[in-house]
Nanobody
Framework: QVHLVESGGGLVRPGGSLRLSCAASGSIFSINRMAWYRQAPGKQRELVAAITSGDSTDYLDSVKARFTISRDTAANTVHLQMNALKPEDTAVYYC??????????WGQGTQVTVSS
């Protein structure tokens, strides 16, 4: 059994910053890719950022230059540093690990609200 636990969400004013973290526990091995998705009310879930085992990164166009994804391989943890937050960044953020070349695990989600 593999569990992903997210932390770091909350309420922040426009222009502020938050750092999300997601840690995996259990029998996880060979993590191929770590990613963050988000889903706003009434919208589809979308990929925000991803990082591969080779440290290649990919970002949603609207968050480029504001968000940074990073990983701690030894701790099976991924982080998402979010700066210059905007109201349109408000969503539930989910982490996802693709591992063992065929398994996919999701976190439970953490709410990020950007509002004055």
């Amino acid at each position: 059994q593999v569990h992903l636990v997210e932390s770091g969400g909350g309420l922040v004013r426009p222009g502020g910053s938050l750092r999300l973290s997601c840690a995996a526990s259990g029998s996880i091995f060979s993590i191929n890719r770590m990613a963050w998705y988000r889903q706003a009310p009434g919208k589809q879930r979308e990929l925000v950022a991803a990082i591969t085992s080779g440290d290649s990164t990919d970002y949603l166009d609207s968050v480029k230059a504001r968000f940074t994804i990073s990983r701690d391989t030894a701790a099976n943890t991924v982080h998402l540093q979010m700066n210059a937050l905007k109201p349109e960044d408000t969503a539930v953020y989910y982490c996802n690990f693709f591992w063992g070349n065929r398994f996919s695990s999701w976190g439970q989600g953490t709410q990020v609200t950007v509002s004055s």
